[in-house]
């Protein structure tokens, strides 16, 4: 997903094999990115460009009006199935598909306000009955949306606040979030600003607090300065979704029948890019096609305006070619096109300058390391993702008032000056990402004149009705000097390895008639943060990252309304993340933020491998070199199996696990360890599938089984234990037994508490789970208590207004006044 497509990846490969001996080692040789550009340029031809192109034929992104006409009938299925969510989603996919121009259109939006309606998204659906009237709606049916649109007013205005659906609230409503803690110098800092940026030696540039923190309290903000929406993430991607679809309509096409059991749209098997705004990934049922292509689509009228200034009037034209190129590639594209000619030369220069100045204050001695860091075979243990090329002075850390740093307005100078780390990249690696970027170079060339932030016409008042660049005059011609666009890409590609960070949220399926539905993490962007960036990691952190992707602004933001149509939307902040303390921290004490590998998940050995590998560094935090020391004389560094012979505990030996008890002889093979554990995750992923199919009966029945099993071979404290009374617990729920249900959550909890810790995330979310068990059990006493706790640990990782934190206090309030 985030390299490029593996047909392009074998096409550059061939480019790279015809190369000969002397061209393979002087591009290998070369470390300057203007340099490794032009190379790659000099390689690339108009072949290639069609290469590409006939690569994004395989990944359609133009409109069509049949494949509108099914999806728009699928969403009447749904519709008659009283699945409104899968309608609502269908009627979306076909909005995205139909022309501007075409009836299906007009049907569509119509078709979707009456899902809305039913899941009482008023608002909304008045929004597209708007639509459906503006784009044709046909005259003999109009009398029935006008109906519906008097009765969404009427329930509108008959609502006290508070009574929309809790999902068109989160939706709609805007959050003011506090103001985002300025990075400043420790001399100028205010109560508000309490993090400065140091310099080091072996840590380079790094955030640090300047005050004492309590765990919970924010320590800054940060906006993202571009991010790519990943499609097909949900429960089921939304290719294979598609996929079983065409299948079953060739099926009933032959005059077979529709496969039992099967809903459409069910288990949340639409993706990421059906319900989320391509430009600020704000959640939402009712988005706005872009006009030009099937893809794109966004949460109103405003994000879709800014998103087409900014860079999807260039994109919308080579959709197929992006997406081809992978996330990183249209990632890096975007951020050069965001910041325009001018700010990468003011980047350019201050880099310059900069870079000149530090080397003459760097020894002789030192020189070849600066502004490598994580370059293979150097300097391996130097700073991690977020640091900067400028030479650090060999002296203790120190505070710095880098003008690259402290306001909004020099967030892509913060970009620019993140480490490319060119030698940590294979030649081979350097060479597809230049071939990349120099064929997406020249298809942009193709497409039209430059952008307008690139010397190119000025379409600051155009509107993004479709028209592609090729279609305007003539403003701007593509200068040889342009090529700059083409090497910042390069170099923003380059960092985006190390630098890119993944936002994540939690997928909920779009089942509305089970009595629990499942949910998991998933990636649904990646995205470049200016400060974040700057934070080196930990494997065991002292910071909580939070992503907020509803950063609205009401032109009235100090109240905002409780439902706020897109219209009155003057201003979408974006995606944003929000830095807590996880722990109590000390005045000085560095932020430190973990990339992934975390110490609660993995094994030293491989968060080392892992990092070194994406990160180009050896990683040696606390928790790594804790780990890494040999266990003290005398002491036993057991596992979590247990002894076939007397049920204590096993310690890893050469080749076996051997019992910690003296005078037992009970041993396992590893062999027989590893081949008990992928029985046993085999079973849970099968009990998983059933319960996703509404199966919970027969998923007890194998979860007994494996958690029989389990005792025999694993101690409590193994991971496994608490994974499978999770699952027992949501087979319970789902047949409404909530009080075995909470019985087994409890397990869990404790399993978990174990792994992650006190204050993690993980246990206030298995402790909020718990908390709706003994809610739905009629258990007021226990609920209450562990309400109280999950609040506490919550409280650490998210914000007052969250949905977990607003849904315990509901739940709270309930009960008390059940009391009375």
């Not at 480490?419 to 081979?428: C, F, M, R």
């Not at 258990?779 to 506490?792: D, F, I, K």
Request: charge should be negative; hydrophobic fraction near 35%.
């Amino acid at each position: 997903m985030d390299l490029p497509c593996p047909d392009w990846i074998k096409h550059a490969e061939q480019i790279w094999d015809r190369l000969d001996a002397v061209q393979k080692n002087k591009f290998s040789a070369q470390l300057d990115i203007d340099e490794i550009f032009d190379f790659g340029q000099s390689h690339t031809t108009p072949d290639d460009v069609r290469v590409l192109c006939g690569i994004g034929k395989t990944i359609p992104v133009q409109k069509c009006s049949q494949r509108a006409v099914k999806l728009r009938e699928r969403g009447n299925d749904s519709f008659k199935a009283k699945d409104y969510t899968s309608a609502a989603l269908h009627y979306t996919q076909g909005a995205c598909q139909a022309p501007g121009d075409s009836e299906q259109l007009a049907l569509c939006y119509a078709n979707r306000s009456a899902a809305l309606f039913h899941l009482r998204r008023y608002q909304e659906c008045l929004e597209d009955i708007g639509r459906a009237l503006a784009h044709g709606y046909p005259s003999h049916l109009q009398p029935k949306l006008l109906s519906r649109r008097a009765q969404c007013q009427s329930f509108i205005h008959t609502q006290q606040p508070g009574q929309e659906g809790t999902a068109t609230a989160l939706h709609a409503a805007s959050r003011t979030p506090t103001p985002a803690t300025v990075v400043s110098h420790p001399h100028s800092h205010s109560p508000a600003t309490g993090v400065s940026l140091h310099f080091g030696p072996e840590k380079g540039r790094h955030l640090v607090a300047v005050e004492g923190r309590r765990a919970g309290e924010v320590l800054l903000e940060d906006q993202a300065f571009s991010c790519v929406l990943i499609p097909g993430q949900g429960l089921r991607g939304g290719q294979e979704q598609q996929q079983e679809e065409e299948e079953e309509e060739e099926e009933v096409g032959r005059g077979g029948r529709k496969r039992a059991g099967v809903k459409s749209g069910a288990k949340g098997a639409f993706g990421t890019e059906e319900r989320c705004c391509h430009r600020c990934l704000c959640p939402t049922f009712s988005p706005v096609p872009c006009p030009g292509c099937s893809y794109a689509r966004y949460c109103g009228q405003l994000c879709q305006e800014q998103a087409w200034q900014e860079h999807h009037r260039w994109e919308c034209p080579l959709g197929a070619e992006l997406r081809a190129a992978g996330v990183l590639a249209q990632l890096a594209l975007r951020v050069a096109l965001k910041a325009g000619l001018q700010e990468v030369q003011r980047a350019r220069g201050t880099h310059g300058k900069a870079r000149s100045l530090s080397e003459q204050e760097v020894p002789e001695d030192r020189k070849s390391n600066i502004g490598r860091g994580k370059a293979s075979g150097l300097d391996t243990t130097s700073p991690p993702g977020g640091q900067t090329e400028s030479a650090l002075p060999h002296n203790a850390s120190m505070p710095t008032s880098d003008p690259c740093v402290g306001s909004h307005g020099n967030a892509y100078q913060r970009v620019y000056s993140l480490l490319p780390h060119v030698e940590g990249h294979a030649p081979s690696l350097r060479f597809l990402y230049a071939v990349t970027i120099a064929t997406l170079y020249q298809a942009l060339q193709q497409a039209g004149p430059p952008p307008s932030s690139w010397g190119g016409g000025d379409y600051v008042n155009d509107s993004c009705d479709g028209q592609s660049p090729c279609e305007d005059a003539m403003c701007g011609t593509w200068k040889p000097e342009l090529s700059i666009l083409g090497a910042t890409t390069l170099r923003h590609l380059l960092q985006l390895r190390a630098n890119a960070q993944a936002i994540i949220t939690e997928r909920v399926s779009d089942e509305c008639d089970v009595a629990v539905q499942a949910s998991r993490e998933v990636r649904v962007a990646t995205a470049i943060f200016p400060t974040l960036s700057l934070m080196n990691h930990a494997c065991r952190p002292n910071t909580s990252v939070t992503f907020d992707l509803c950063g609205r602004r009401s032109p009235d933001a100090s109240s905002p309304p409780l439902v706020l149509s897109s219209d009155s939307v003057t201003s979408v902040t974006g995606v944003s993340v929000t830095v807590r303390a996880s722990k109590d921290l000390t005045a000085g004490e560095e932020l430190l933020h973990c990339y992934g590998p975390h110490c609660s998940r993995m094994e030293v050995q491989e968060r080392q491998c892992l990092l070194l590998e994406q990160y180009m560094f050896t990683c040696q935090c606390e928790a790594c070199l804790q780990d890494l020391q040999s266990p003290a004389e005398g002491s036993i560094a057991s596992t979590h199996y247990k002894c076939p012979k007397c049920a204590k505990p096993l310690q890893a030996g050469a080749g076996v696990y051997v019992c910690v008890r003296k005078g037992c002889s009970g041993q396992v093979s590893r062999g027989q360890v590893e081949g008990t554990l992928q029985a046993l995750r085999a079973v849970l992923d099968e009990a998983l599938e059933l319960l996703d199919m509404d199966r919970p009966d027969d998923a007890l029945k194998l979860l007994h089984e494996a958690m029989s099993r389990a005792r025999r071979h694993l101690l409590d404290t193994h991971k496994l234990q608490g994974q499978l009374c999770d699952a027992t617990a949501r087979a319970y729920a789902s047949m409404g037994r909530w009080c075995e249900a909470a019985n087994q959550l409890s397990s869990s909890v404790e399993c978990v508490r174990r792994q992650f810790g006190e204050g993690s995330l993980e246990l206030g979310q298995q402790l909020f789970k718990l908390a709706q068990l003994h809610f739905n059990g009629g258990q007021a006493g226990q609920s209450l208590c562990v309400m109280a706790e999950a609040r506490q640990v919550l409280s650490l990782h998210r914000h007052t207004h969250s949905q977990e934190l607003q849904e315990l206090q509901a739940m709270e309030d309930c009960l008390r006044a059940a009391s009375f």
